[in-house]
């Protein structure tokens, strides 16, 4: 079975700078994986932050970006705010209609 | 505006089948553009593709629950289904629907609001 791995937990500074990543635990992650982050806050549904790899979805400020770093999928946020405290997932495509979400990152701004 | 909500029983006996509904509104089920989709996320973990179907009635399952999934949809109502099959309390969750657009974007721009199941005797 799959599993998609992320850092279970990310402490950023107001205005700093923190990379999320999404891996494999065997093989690598590209774009043809279709990359996609989403934020959670608690009690809240998930919110489509980056979709494709590095296409921001409607409304996402540009403080958020995507991309690939290596052989992982990689969220950046730049400039740090409060409201950004959350759980991230990434989702992988792995082929043939399949979906797999990450563990989730839990993202603390302190 | 496009809103999807779940509905079903809130509580599940073990070894039962699961069936929630997910009703579309501010938008055709039967689009070209769009695939639905069954999410879930058991209280304090992360979430968990379960599927989802396009309007021709073609599915695809995660693998691990495939043999316990089934996923309908009806177009005169405007409406998806899940059903899980042998329900067990690692089942327990928030189980959301949500509207992925195009067939692999990873874009699930819609969700509905969530709907608790819980299975227990």
């Known amino acids: 079975q799959t599993v998609v791995t992320q850092e279970p937990s990310f402490s950023v500074s107001p205005g700093g700078t923190v990379t999320l990543t999404c891996g494999l635990t065997?093989?690598?992650?590209?774009?043809?994986?279709?990359p996609s982050w989403y934020q959670q806050t608690p009690g809240q549904t998930p919110r489509t932050l980056i979709y494709?790899?590095?296409t921001r979805s409607s409304g996402v400020p540009d403080r958020f970006s995507g991309s690939i770093l290596g052989n992982k999928a990689a969220l950046t946020i730049t400039g740090a705010q409060a409201d950004d405290e959350s759980d991230y997932y990434c989702?992988?495509?792995?082929?043939?209609?399949?979906?797999?979400f990450g563990t989730g990152t839990k993202v603390t701004v302190l | 505006q496009v809103q999807l909500q779940e509905s079903g029983p809130g509580l599940v006996k073990p070894s039962q089948t699961l069936s929630l509904t997910c009703s579309v509104s501010g938008d055709s089920i039967s689009s070209a553009s769009y695939f639905w989709n069954w999410i879930r996320q058991p209280a304090g973990k992360g979430l968990e593709w379960i599927g989802r179907?396009?309007?021709?009635?073609?599915?695809d399952y995660n693998p691990s629950l495939k043999s316990r999934v089934s996923i309908s949809v009806d177009t005169s109502k405007n409406q998806f289904s899940l059903k899980l099959s042998s329900m067990t309390a690692a089942d327990t969750a928030v189980y959301y629907c949500a509207r992925e657009i195009g067939a692999v974007t990873g874009l699930f721009d819609i969700w509905g609001q969530g709907t608790m199941v819980t299975v227990s005797s």
């Open positions: 989702v992988l495509y792995l082929g043939s209609g399949i979906y797999v």
């Open positions: 065997s093989g690598s992650v590209s774009t043809t994986y279709y």
């Open positions: 494709s790899t590095n």
């Open positions: 179907i396009y309007t021709s009635g073609r599915t």
